[in-house]
C-alpha cells in the first residue's frame, strides 16, 4: 500500500495541473485515511470493485470536512453499494448518446453542437450520466475530429461549439490551441463554450496560457463550470478564475440537484451568493439524469419545485439557475417550473 500523506500538508496547489491528475486517488481505503476516517464509521456500505472507478484528486479532497463520513463533496466520489441496485427506469444510457451519427460529435441541439474531446475525467462522479459510456467509438481524435471540424464547417446553423467530454479541459493547452485556432476559421461559427469540472477539483489547470488561448481567438468564449456545493468553492478557485474573468470569459455554472448532497435551500442559495462573489452566474440546476448507480441521488420533482420556488422566493433573479432536465431525443433542455 502506497505511503499516506495527510491531505492537509500536501502542498496542492503549487503543483502542476498534470501531476496533481497523476496523483488523483483511487482507492477507497486510501482516500478515508487521508479524511481519517475508518470505515467503521461509515453509515453505508463502500464498492471496492466498481467499473467506474474512484477517482478523486488532493485538491478536492483537501476541501472535504476532515472525520465526516456524510460531507458533501465526498458523498459526490466515494463508491457505495448501493450503485449497484438495479432500479426500474435507470439505464446505461439515459440521454441515449450512444451511437451518435458521427464519432465524437453530437449534433442534437440546434444551432450547437458537442464536441467530444476526452474520455477520461480528473474526478468520476458517481452521478454521472456518461459513467457508462463507451467512449472509445465516440471520440473525437485525428481524423474524426477533421471529419468533425469538416461537417461544422459545412453545416452553416451551427453558430456555437461546445467542447464536452469527459472533461474538455484534460487535454493540453497546444491541442486547445491547434482546434481553436481551426474553429475560429469557420465563418459561421460566433461562440465557443466549454463545459468542465477540472478547474473545481484542480484550481491550477487554469493556467496563463489556458487563458490566453481562450481569450486570443475571435469567438465569443463561455465558461460552464460544474459545481454543486458551496464547499467546492475556495479562494484558490476565486483566485485562479480571475484571469479568465479579466479577459472577458463568461463563466456559468450547471449544478446537479443531489439528494443528501444540495437539496436545500440554504446550500443552494449560499452556492448562488458564492458563485457571484467569483464572477459565476448560476445557469442551470440540473434534474438528475437517471442513469444506472444513480438513484439514491434522485429528488422528486414536487421537493425539485418546491427548492426552486424558495430560491426565486429569497434571491435576485439573476442568482436563480434554470430548474431543467434533459430529455432524450429532445433538442432543447425541459424547463421545470
Ligand atoms: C444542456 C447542456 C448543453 C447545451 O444546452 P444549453 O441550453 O445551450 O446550455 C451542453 N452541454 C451540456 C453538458 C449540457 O448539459
Ligand atoms: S466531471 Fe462531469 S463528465 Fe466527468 S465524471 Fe463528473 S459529471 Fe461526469
Known amino acids: 500500500m502506497a505511503l499516506i500523506i495527510p491531505v492537509s500538508q500536501v502542498e496542492c496547489q503549487k503543483k502542476s495541473w498534470k501531476t496533481s491528475l497523476k496523483e488523483a486517488i483511487s482507492d477507497p481505503g486510501q482516500l478515508l485515511s487521508l479524511l481519517d476516517l475508518s470505515p467503521e464509521q461509515l453509515d453505508y456500505e463502500l464498492d471496492l470493485v466498481n467499473d467506474f472507478n474512484l477517482r478523486v484528486p488532493l485538491p478536492f479532497i483537501k476541501k472535504m470536512k476532515q472525520g465526516d463520513p456524510n460531507d458533501p463533496l465526498l458523498l459526490q466520489v466515494i463508491s457505495q453499494a448501493k450503485e449497484n441496485n438495479i ?77 464536452s467530454g469527459g472533461d474538455p ?59 454543486n456545493h458551496p464547499n467546492e468553492i475556495d479562494h484558490v478557485l476565486a483566485t485562479n478564475l480571475k484571469p479568465l474573468v479579466q479577459t472577458g470569459i463568461q463563466l456559468l455554472n450547471q449544478s446537479v440537484l443531489l439528494k443528501g448532497i444540495n437539496d436545500d435551500i440554504s446550500i443552494l ?14 445557469y442551470y440546476l440540473h434534474q438528475l439524469d437517471k442513469v444506472k448507480g444513480a438513484a439514491h441521488f434522485s429528488v422528486d420533482d414536487s421537493r425539485a419545485k418546491k427548492l426552486f420556488q424558495a430560491m426565486r422566493d429569497s434571491l435576485p433573479g439573476y442568482l436563480v439557475p434554470r430548474l431543467a432536465r434533459e430529455e432524450a431525443g429532445k433538442h432543447a433542455k425541459t424547463l421545470i417550473f
Open 269 to 282: 442559495s449560499k452556492l448562488s451568493e458564492k458563485l457571484f462573489e467569483c464572477n459565476i452566474l448560476p
Open 169 to 227: 479541459l484534460i487535454v493540453s493547452d497546444n491541442y486547445l490551441k491547434q482546434l481553436i485556432e481551426k474553429l475560429e476559421q469557420i465563418p459561421h461559427l460566433k461562440r465557443l463554450r466549454i463545459h468542465t469540472r477540472l478547474p473545481i477539483v484542480i484550481p491550477s489547470r487554469i493556467t496563463p496560457s489556458l487563458s490566453q488561448i481562450l481569450s486570443n481567438n475571435r469567438l465569443k468564449t463561455s465558461m460552464v463550470l460544474h459545481i
Open 87 to 163: 432500479i426500474a427506469g435507470y439505464d446505461d444510457d439515459p440521454l441515449l448518446e450512444q451511437g451518435s451519427q458521427q464519432p465524437g460529435l453530437l449534433h442534437k441541439y440546434h444551432g450547437r453542437v458537442l464536441l467530444v474531446l476526452a474520455s477520461a475525467c480528473a474526478i468520476n462522479c458517481r452521478y454521472c450520466f456518461r459513467r457508462h459510456f463507451p467512449y472509445q467509438g465516440e471520440l473525437a481524435s485525428g481524423k474524426q475530429l477533421q471529419a468533425s471540424i469538416d461537417y461544422i464547417a459545412s453545416t452553416p446553423s451551427i453558430t456555437e461549439v461546445i467542447l
